[in-house]
């Protein structure tokens, strides 16, 4: 997948199986609220991630920053879509710092999707930019930090 172009709809498809397939992971023992995510790169990797509660509810980690984070990890600085999936109705959107995690990686925020998945084919669909209209970046720093790349020996090739 090139740098700006639209995920393909077998790319979203597949981003969607694994969403429901990380939620399945979940643990969420406290709230029962189980959440997987799926992330798709620009060069068309997905990696997965589902959210980790803590009995200090403060330590628990939601589904789309474990995502960014795998992402991030392997070396990948650039989300082109994500699919959340729930079992609320409507369909859960992030929470902020996901909004804010998922601008850090959105080389273009207003064309990142966000999908929310929830039960009996719920759908709900928005962009990065439309979650966080005027979220901070590194270009409002001091001074300005823009496009941070992965490390050489993290890119692909």
Request: positive net charge.
């Amino acid at each position: 997948m090139s740098a700006g172009r639209a995920p393909k709809a077998a790319d979203l498809a597949a981003l969607e199986r694994a969403a429901r397939a990380a939620q399945a992971r979940a643990y969420a023992p406290y709230s029962n609220f189980k959440v997987g995510a799926a992330l798709l790169t620009g060069s068309g990797d997905i990696f997965t991630g589902a959210n980790v509660e803590n009995a200090s509810y403060g330590l628990t980690v939601c589904a789309e920053r474990t995502a960014c984070i795998a992402a991030a990890l392997a070396g990948h600085r650039d989300v082109r879509a994500i699919c959340v999936v729930t079992d609320a109705s409507p369909p859960a959107s992030p929470c902020g710092m996901c909004r804010q995690t998922l601008l850090e990686f959105a080389p273009d925020p207003t064309q990142v999707r966000v999908i929310a998945l929830g039960p009996d084919d719920a759908r709900a669909e928005w962009t990065v930019a439309e979650l966080i209209p005027h979220g901070f970046t590194g270009k409002q720093l001091d001074p300005p930090v823009t496009g941070v790349k992965a490390p050489k020996s993290a890119r692909k090739r």
